[in-house]
């Protein structure tokens, strides 16, 4: 059995004459966080907007667990495994939380053209109490909630179906203390269930402490894969500037 899960391969993506993705190859393996880092606008969320279905490839490929996948839209990438949770605010207003949890899947819950609302929120619930967030109802609008919950209600949405792999998406910076612990704790469930996260995060020394390998991009390009035991918060900037950095 390969160790492999994600290979990425030649990828690029132009907008306008901005390359924002320059012939971009690295594997990502199973059971692993693999984090991407790089400075503001190298790139990162460009290429992982590709693999999940909200931007299109201008050439090359992704191959999950051997076989190519292009999503054409987040619908598409969970039916293929894969998940993405984003900075900003990722859940829908004006729908509750089980239709946030659901959405795009809601078939799943249709018989004889009638969606059968009381299995989805049953279902939802479970869920919420599987995660230990009790407080929050999946009866409830999604507006009765703040940031926070909210946030908590999509890592459910992005994880739920035990996704191949996991996009995080600068997701840590925009949460509390607790809402990072919470966003840990789901990490190592993915982590040793044997799928895999792509951990963006601009905190070196969290992408130190939770990732297990490092992929650097600079300008769009890759530039190295790095063993996290390997390497320390300096070694990572210089190679995510290409030069010697010095004070801070
Ligand atoms: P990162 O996530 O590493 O900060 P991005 O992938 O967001 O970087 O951006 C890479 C480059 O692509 C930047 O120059 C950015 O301005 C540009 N870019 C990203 N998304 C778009 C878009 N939708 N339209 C135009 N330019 C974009
Ligand atoms: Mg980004």
Redesign the pocket.
């Known amino acids: 059995m390969s160790e492999i899960r994600l290979q990425v391969q030649h990828l690029s993506k132009s ?2 004459i ?1 390359k ?2 320059r012939d971009v190859s690295f594997n990502v393996n199973k059971g692993e966080v693999h984090a991407l880092i ?10 992982t ?1 590709m693999l999940t279905g909200i ?1 299109t490839i201008d050439s090359g490929k992704f191959i999950l667990d051997g076989k190519e996948v292009h999503p054409k839209n987040q619908v598409e990438a969970n039916e293929e495994g894969i998940s993405i949770i984003v900075q900003e605010l990722g859940t829908l207003s004006g729908l509750t939380v089980a239709e946030n949890i659901f959405l795009g899947h809601e078939n799943r819950f249709v018989k004889y053209g009638i969606k059968n609302t009381r299995e989805m929120n049953r279902q939802a619930n479970e869920l919420l109490k599987k995660y230990e967030f009790s407080h929050i109802r999946a009866e409830e609008q999604i507006d009765e909630y703040n940031f926070e919950d909210r946030k908590l209600i999509e890592i459910i949405k992005a994880t739920y179906f035990s996704p191949k792999i996991v996009v995080i ?2 997701t840590t910076t925009a949460l509390s203390q607790e809402g990072r612990e919470e966003l840990y704790k789901q990490m190592d469930r993915i982590r040793a269930s044997g799928n895999s996260v792509i951990f ?1 995060s601009h905190d070196l020394a969290e992408v130190l402490d939770k990732s297990d390998t490092i992929t650097i ?1 600079r300008d ?1 390009s890759y530039i190295d894969t790095v063993k996290s035991s390997d390497v320390t918060e300096d070694d990572l900037k210089r190679l995510m500037v290409g030069r010697e950095v010095t004070g801070d």
């Open positions: 907008f306008g901005t924002a993705v790089g400075e503001n606008g190298s790139g990162k969320s460009t290429l907007n931007y998406d600068e963006i991009m769009g």
